[in-house]
């Protein structure tokens, strides 16, 4: 099955600063990656995600690069602020079909904090 | 819209008990809702994929008898933790996928239980 590895486990930054968390995945059949941004003792929210058929994509302060041939994926945060401290989640998924069905793999998390 | 709700978001049991958490999708049809399980500090952990109107398709390792899964129509799926002990204690997060739409699951606030 998929094994989705993510460094580091935690980073500190200052405000204003930018982010770096990284992925690797191990099928290459994978094919859609979401990143997911959890705060303490609540739901996981998607923050951006990717297909594989596209190597960036950008939200604002947000993007995310995939390289299929090093099967890795990064996570871009700019102009870090406060409440952007959380956990992060990568994750991937072999999208088969519309049946919703297929099953998502996520990596151990990246507890950021910044520092004002 | 794509909200999911759950039930409860905190429960106190006593070992040897059974705890029902039902997982809901608002606003969308969820032919297919996943059940995670996350330890402190800990990412989150497919314990079992539910589909509508078919068997639960549980992840190696989870006990089936122990985690009953029902996902009785499109919008309600349940988790019953039988004869429950201290180690089940743990955040037990749901998601859903709208059927046809974006492959994002959307996750549920979590039910925290705590078994005594």
């Known amino acids: 099955g998929e094994n989705v590895e993510q460094h580091p486990s935690t980073l500190s930054v200052q405000e204003g600063d930018s982010a770096v968390i990284k992925c690797t995945y191990s099928d290459s059949a994978s094919n859609y990656f979401p990143w997911y941004k959890q705060e303490l003792g609540k739901r996981p929210q998607l923050i951006i995600d990717?297909?594989?058929?596209?190597g960036e994509k950008k939200d604002q302060r947000i993007a995310v690069t995939l390289n299929k041939t090093a099967k890795h994926f990064s996570l871009h945060i700019t102009e870090t602020q406060p409440e952007d401290s959380a956990v992060y989640f990568c994750a991937a998924s072999r999208l088969i079909s519309n049946l919703g069905n297929e099953k998502l793999t996520f990596g151990t998390g990246t507890r950021l904090t910044i520092i004002p | 819209g794509a909200v999911v709700s759950q039930h409860p978001s905190r429960v106190i049991c006593k070992s040897g008990t059974s705890v029902k958490i039902e997982c809901r999708s608002l606003d969308f049809q969820a032919t297919t809702m996943f059940w995670y399980r996350q330890f402190p500090k800990q990412s989150l952990m497919l314990m079992a994929t539910?589909?509508?109107?078919?068997?639960?398709?549980?992840e190696q390792g989870v006990e089936k008898d122990k985690f009953l899964i029902n996902h009785a129509s499109l919008t309600l799926s349940t988790l019953t933790v039988t004869s429950a002990h201290p180690e089940d204690s743990s955040f037990y997060i749901c998601?859903?996928?709208?059927?046809?739409?974006?492959?994002?699951?959307?996750f549920g606030p979590g039910t925290r239980l705590t078994v005594t």
């Open positions: 998601s859903a996928r709208d059927r046809g739409a974006r492959p994002e699951q959307y």
């Open positions: 990717i297909r594989s058929n596209v």
């Open positions: 539910s589909n509508e109107g078919s068997k639960a398709t549980y």
